[in-house]
């Protein structure tokens, strides 16, 4: 088919025009210096919103459209951004641009379920000051940050905030975490017989990096006696802050490597019942048995195996079940009863007899999600708190303390609907299209995408 298209060219008769001579478009149908009709510009702008320069160019060629990635780019680029109308509920968290250097701010319609804006980094002011800009948020859903929760207070001071849910049992979280290994001699089993108590085996020698991490935690502490700070200590001994955080709240380097009384054999605790038979029928050689556990698929080496044999050759038994590790057991507190297994509910039980301050802050665990879960409201949360400061666990009363300072929006979070869920589904979108672009577009580019997607 051959459409036949006539239009008028004009010509300007001012010398001063520096335009000689120029032709009517046709609205739908033709643009000025356009080198593709509207329709396919609508096809290639999807294209390149979806795919991104390389992987959208490849499906141009398919497609029978000859374009670059580079034109592709600045097609995307070109798109009109959607009318940016002010939200009455917002949902903001951060995004990394480049985890642990550059981050931005996320801005979404938690109403329509729609991002509204990218905003280059996460600080007070530049929140701060889109808010000013853009008056007429009434509820704003955020993380436990401190940064937004200023921001709100100055950019959008009539505004209620909402505290994340998920992040407030993610902060639960990371308290009992601290709990559990803190706790964690308090509920690993002691040596099983009284010749394991009366005669040791030899510690085995200590890999490089439990030597490293023992003398970084002396240095980090000997520096805190000293009423060093923590910026002091991370300058001095040239680590990152995170990691001096880290050192400074392990109260010894057995917090920091999960060593304990029962945990030294690892992977043969699985396995003691088969070498204890074995030994039981005469087979005394550490290097046959290590060749049979291989058989087995069991990965250790020689040297476990023969102090495993050693142990039994001196008249001691079995090294005891290793105890669960800190993880685990946090995991078994933070789990639904519902979701247990009986074996799960046993270990927990027995834990909780061995560690009363285990069994408190499993009761506490267990309050606060049932005020999350039911959005109990703010009675429910006060009380929680009050009952928590008197349990004496210093972690959950460090957090008590800090759901205190951000009270107001901790009220908001167990009462009202709204959550930052849809927030944390619109970061990993961004995710996604980080990794199509393989570094090639900054933030511009991402946040077009982003909004025009």
Same mark, same amino acid.
């Given at each position: 088919?051959?459409?036949?298209?006539?239009?008028?060219?004009?010509?300007?008769?001012?010398?001063?025009?520096?335009?000689? $001579?120029?032709?009517?478009?046709?609205?739908?149908?033709?643009?000025?210096?356009?080198?593709?009709?509207?329709?396919?510009?609508?096809?290639?702008?999807?294209?390149?919103?979806?795919?991104?320069?390389?992987?959208?160019?490849?499906?141009?060629?398919?497609?029978?459209?000859?374009?670059?990635?580079?034109?592709?780019?600045?097609?995307?680029?070109?798109?009109?951004?959607?009318?940016?109308?002010?939200?009455?509920?917002?949902?903001?968290?951060?995004?990394? $641009?480049?985890?642990?250097?550059?981050?931005?701010?996320?801005?979404?319609?938690?109403? $329509?379920?729609?991002?509204?804006?990218?905003?280059?980094?996460?600080?007070?002011?530049?929140?701060?000051?889109?808010?000013?800009?853009?008056?007429?948020?009434?509820?704003?859903?955020?993380?436990?940050?401190?940064?937004?929760?200023?921001?709100?207070?100055?950019?959008?001071?009539?505004?209620?905030?909402?505290?994340?849910?998920?992040?407030?049992?993610?902060?639960?979280?990371? !308290?009992?975490?601290?709990?559990?290994?803190?706790? @964690?001699?308090?509920?690993?089993?002691?040596?099983?017989?009284?010749?394991?108590?009366?005669?040791?085996?030899?510690?085995?020698?200590?890999?490089?990096?439990?030597?490293?991490?023992?003398?970084?935690?002396?240095?980090?502490?000997?520096?805190?006696?000293?009423?060093?700070?923590?910026?002091?200590?991370?300058?001095?001994?040239?680590?990152?802050?995170?990691?001096?955080?880290?050192?400074?709240?392990?109260?010894?380097?057995?917090?920091?490597?999960?060593?304990?009384?029962?945990?030294?054999?690892?992977?043969?605790?699985?396995?003691?019942?088969?070498?204890?038979?074995?030994?039981?029928?005469?087979?005394?050689?550490?290097?046959?048995?290590?060749?049979?556990?291989?058989? @087995?698929?069991?990965? $250790?080496?020689?040297?476990?195996?023969?102090?495993?044999?050693?142990?039994?050759?001196?008249?001691?038994? !079995?090294?005891?079940?290793?105890?669960?590790?800190?993880?685990?057991?946090?995991?078994?507190?933070?789990?639904?009863?519902?979701?247990?297994?009986?074996? %799960?509910?046993?270990?927990?039980?027995?834990?909780?007899?061995?560690?009363?301050?285990?069994?408190?802050?499993?009761?506490?665990?267990?309050?606060?999600?049932?005020?999350?879960? %039911?959005?109990?409201?703010?009675?429910?949360?006060?009380?929680?708190?009050?009952?928590?400061?008197?349990?004496?666990?210093?972690?959950?009363?460090?957090? !008590?303390?800090?759901?205190?300072?951000?009270?107001?929006?901790?009220? !908001?979070?167990?009462?009202?609907?709204?959550?930052?869920?849809?927030?944390?589904?619109?970061? %990993?979108?961004?995710?996604?299209?980080?990794?199509?672009?393989?570094?090639?577009?900054?933030?511009?580019?991402?946040?077009?995408?982003?909004?025009?997607?």
């Amino acid at each position: 088919m051959v459409v036949e298209l006539t239009v008028r060219r004009l010509f300007c008769d001012q010398d001063s025009c520096p335009r000689r $001579t120029f032709v009517e478009q046709v609205d739908g149908l033709t643009v000025r210096y356009g080198r593709y009709t509207p329709g396919l510009l609508a096809v290639l702008g999807a294209v390149g919103l979806a795919l991104a320069g390389s992987a959208g160019a490849r499906l141009a060629r398919v497609l029978q459209v000859a374009i670059s990635r580079v034109a592709l780019i600045s097609l995307v680029m070109a798109l009109p951004e959607p009318v940016l109308v002010c939200p009455r509920v917002l949902g903001i968290d951060d995004f990394a $641009t480049r985890r642990g250097h550059h981050y931005g701010t996320c801005l979404v319609d938690l109403e $329509t379920h729609r991002v509204i804006d990218l905003l280059p980094g996460r600080t007070v002011e530049v929140v701060r000051e889109w808010l000013r800009a853009h008056p007429g948020v009434e509820i704003i859903c955020r993380d436990r940050s401190g940064a937004y929760a200023e921001a709100a207070r100055e950019g959008a001071p009539d505004a209620v905030q909402v505290a994340d849910r998920w992040h407030l049992w993610h902060n639960l979280g990371r !308290a009992v975490d601290k709990t559990v290994i803190r706790l @964690r001699r308090g509920w690993t089993p002691a040596p099983a017989t009284p010749q394991e108590r009366a005669a040791p085996l030899a510690e085995p020698a200590e890999s490089r990096l439990v030597t490293r991490t023992r003398d970084r935690h002396t240095a980090v502490h000997a520096l805190m006696d000293h009423g060093a700070t923590i910026t002091v200590i991370t300058r001095e001994l040239h680590l990152d802050y995170k990691t001096v955080r880290r050192y400074m709240q392990a109260h010894d380097a057995e917090d920091l490597l999960g060593l304990g009384p029962s945990g030294r054999y690892g992977v043969l605790d699985r396995h003691a019942d088969y070498l204890v038979r074995r030994f039981t029928e005469g087979c005394h050689r550490a290097d046959l048995l290590h060749r049979e556990l291989q058989a @087995r698929g069991v990965l $250790t080496s020689e040297r476990t195996v023969r102090r495993f044999v050693q142990r039994l050759r001196e008249g001691g038994s !079995a090294p005891a079940k290793a105890a669960p590790t800190p993880r685990k057991v946090a995991g078994l507190l933070l789990t639904h009863p519902d979701e247990h297994t009986e074996q %799960n509910r046993l270990q927990l039980k027995e834990l909780r007899e061995r560690c009363p301050e285990l069994a408190t802050t499993g009761d506490l665990v267990a309050g606060f999600a049932k005020v999350l879960v %039911n959005r109990l409201g703010a009675d429910e949360i006060d009380s929680w708190i009050v009952t928590a400061k008197d349990g004496g666990i210093a972690e959950l009363v460090s957090f !008590a303390d800090g759901l205190t300072r951000d009270l107001a929006a901790v009220h !908001a979070g167990v009462t009202l609907e709204w959550s930052s869920g849809q927030v944390e589904g619109q970061n %990993n979108r961004i995710k996604l299209f980080k990794r199509q672009t393989y570094g090639r577009a900054g933030l511009p580019f991402l946040r077009k995408r982003v909004i025009c997607g």
